[in-house]
């Protein structure tokens, strides 16, 4: 495992780069600011374009929502680890589904053998997600959802629990992550082909906006982007580009634009660059003020601020020496809030070998907690504003991002450059030039390339065993039974017909949704009309 | 010369996370193997005819979503059924060390776990070859 070093540990380093490539130069002065114009490029906090930070107090006001991503194994056993986090001080719910779930696939499936309950939670029905929100008031909790492409259909079952809890949907408060657009760039849990997907996503933004005025029904992401391997800059400009797509095809669909646009979020990485990568969310910020106001003519103020979900690398974590990762972890975190992120997930110290087990998620949990309460970083908003280092890595990031978004623009919008392979090729350019750095030893991971060492301490893995599945399975048989077949049948054949036409799916979903249909049954209906989707693989 | 060693690089289960196995394909070809990318999402039915009509020697399998135990023997007895034992079969992704142990005991030639350096992956595909 060990690599051989090109140069020794501790020995000054000839360039110096951040983690994506960037040139860092010696030492940064009044000089570096070029024309920096502090109105126009910073704003005070909560002021346009928002570079500070889109609340005036930041967290002085209120701290962000501490959100940890869980999800494994049987709803029943999600939702005693939901009821534990809560109890823990976390302050809203964040759900991981299973592979089958979020490929649309039944945990009954031939295609779901094997991973059932693995990756996240394995809900196929509305019986499994009554299960999951078992004795958690919804009109109470902010719940996030990190589902794609049947996002519709699981934020359907989330709608209908809230009603079986008697829950006024206009209380609803959370997030489906719902952004199609980086599956085919970086993730690839698609299902249907990008158009048909992008008119399921306006359907739900259009549904959102008449029906649930808190909920957000998108979390534009980048975080799966840099996870695959991209610079800060391409997950920066990518992901802003998604933003303006879902932007047109809502003006299309003949929406105004403050009427949605407040309620759409975002989704970032904190990775192990602390500087850049809070350059990259005050960069964002400002560019999507911007966009948002001269591009699309936003008048609302909540339609210029970015508000985003920060989560920690997942792809820093090592596998070597994990106790390490709670450094990592940590260093990111303070990034994400220095950033001004609104809720944060930490990873925990096993996420290199499994899903994390419930120690694990307790130190991570509490590492926020220490920076929330303890370090100090909370109490003025962009307490690194003005840094000339900060400053111009926030220009600059800005810059290339709009040099990006400026080429996808030329060749037509996301899809046509997702059609063209542009942002999967720019990505696995980057992912294979970083790990050429890392074999060269340019780049060093602390107990990988750099100070490995023999003796590993041990630690606990969470094991999910083919009992998930079996149970899982056994209800879905139950069901199938004592259900009215008949009535299913009638929803899913009312869906395909509004799928074939142009009207909102939503309202034909939520029927067949109360009905317990399942999900893998709603979703191949779906994919009856809309077909199924198939990338070109490049390597 | 020798005829360069062929790979079929493959990423079976619903897993759609190709970074590994993209980075891997193109280390391998650029150490002078030909390689052969399935794409996402593949049965291990399709694995095996892949590697079938591509006359590959080795076999490189990339598994992170935990489902290695219920797709790698799959693969392993349907080679045994097509008489091609002959063809090394490669694990990498995120394999616990006892998982990793019973593969290796059913047939499989290496697994390479979170970490493992592409010189080192390269190194052991030419060598087995070689064997």
């Known amino acids: 495992m060990k690599a051989p070093l090109t140069t020794p540990p501790g020995s000054a380093k000839r360039t110096f780069t951040t983690i994506s490539g960037v040139p860092v130069e010696p030492c940064y002065g009044p000089e570096h600011l070029g024309n920096l114009d502090p109105a126009r490029d910073l704003g005070e906090p909560g002021r346009f374009p928002y570079t500070r930070g889109i609340h005036e107090s930041m967290y002085r006001g209120k701290l962000w929502t501490m959100r940890q991503f869980s999800g494994f194994a049987t709803p029943e056993e999600t939702n005693r680890r939901y009821h534990y986090l809560l109890e823990q001080g976390q302050t809203g719910l964040s759900v991981a589904f299973d592979l089958p779930t979020l ?96 008119r399921l996503v306006t359907d739900t933004i259009e549904f959102s906006a008449r029906h649930t005025p808190r909920f957000n029904p998108i979390s534009i992401s980048g975080y799966h982007i840099r996870e695959a391997g991209s610079t800060a800059v391409q997950e920066l400009a990518f992901t802003l580009r998604d933003g303006i797509e879902y932007v047109e095809w809502a003006l299309e669909r003949g929406l105004a634009v403050d009427e949605f646009s407040p309620r759409l979020s975002f989704f970032f990485n904190a990775h192990n660059d602390f500087f850049e990568e809070i350059a990259k969310y005050r960069a964002a910020r400002k560019i999507w003020a911007y966009t948002m106001r001269d591009r699309f003519g936003a008048k609302d103020e909540r339609s210029l601020k970015l508000r985003f979900h920060a989560q920690t690398a997942g792809c820093s974590l090592t596998w070597q020496q994990p106790y390490n990762n709670i450094v990592r972890t940590t260093i990111q975190a303070l990034a994400a809030v220095l950033g001004g992120c609104q809720s944060l997930h930490t990873n925990s110290l096993d996420e290199a070998y499994a899903l994390p087990g419930e120690h694990a998620v307790t130190i991570a949990l509490r590492t926020q907690q220490v920076i929330a309460y303890e370090s100090g970083v909370t109490a003025a908003p962009d307490p690194l504003g003005g840094s000339y280092f900060l400053e111009r890595l926030t220009l600059d990031s800005e810059v290339a991002a709009q040099d990006y978004i400026r080429r996808i623009d030329e060749m037509g919008g996301m899809i046509a450059a997702i059609e063209k392979n542009f942002p999967q090729r720019e990505i696995a350019n980057a992912s294979y030039q970083y790990q050429q750095a890392v074999e060269r030893g340019e780049k060093r991971i602390v107990g990988v390339n750099a100070f490995a060492s023999d003796r590993e301490e041990p630690i606990e893995i969470l094991q999910i065993d083919r009992g998930a599945q079996v149970h899982q399975a056994g209800k879905l048989a139950t069901l199938r039974q004592k259900r009215d077949n008949m009535r299913v049948r009638a929803c899913l054949d009312a869906l395909k017909r509004t799928a074939e036409g142009d009207g909102n799916t939503m309202p034909d979903i939520l029927d067949a949704v109360r009905a317990y249909a399942t999900l893998g049954e709603i979703c191949e209906a779906l994919r009856a009309v809309f077909g199924s989707y198939q990338e070109t693989s490049l390597v | 010369m020798a005829a360069p060693i062929r790979v079929l690089v493959a990423k079976p289960g619903l897993d759609g996370h190709d970074r590994g196995a993209k980075v891997i394909a193109r280390a391998l070809r650029d150490a002078g193997m030909e390689v052969i990318y399935t794409g996402l999402r593949q049965t291990p039915e399709m694995i095996v005819s892949a590697a079938l009509q591509e006359d590959v020697q080795v076999i490189g399998l990339s598994i992170l979503s935990g489902a290695h135990n219920a797709i790698v023997p799959r693969v392993l007895e349907l080679l045994r059924e097509k008489q091609m034992g002959d063809v090394r079969v490669v694990v ?24 493992a350096s592409l010189e080192e992956i390269v190194g052991f595909i030419r060598s087995s070859v070689a064997a």
């Open chain 1, 103 to 198: 490929m649309g696939y039944d945990a009954d499936h031939m295609l779901a053998e094997g991973e059932v309950g693995k990756c996240g939670v394995a809900i196929s029905s509305l019986e499994d997600m009554e299960t999951l929100f078992r004795g958690i008031p919804l009109g109470d909790v902010t719940v996030s959802m990190t589902i794609n492409s049947p996002a519709a259909v699981v934020w359907a079952m989330y709608l209908a629990v809230a009603e079986k809890q008697g829950v006024d949907w206009k209380q609803l408060s959370g997030t489906i992550q719902n952004d199609i657009l980086k599956e085919y760039i970086a993730q690839k849990e698609y299902i249907y082909p990008p158009r048909p997907s992008m």
């Open chain 2, 92 to 115: 990498g992704g995120i394999i616990p060390d006892e998982d990793a142990a019973e593969l290796k005991r059913q047939g499989v030639a290496a697994v390479f776990q979170p970490g």
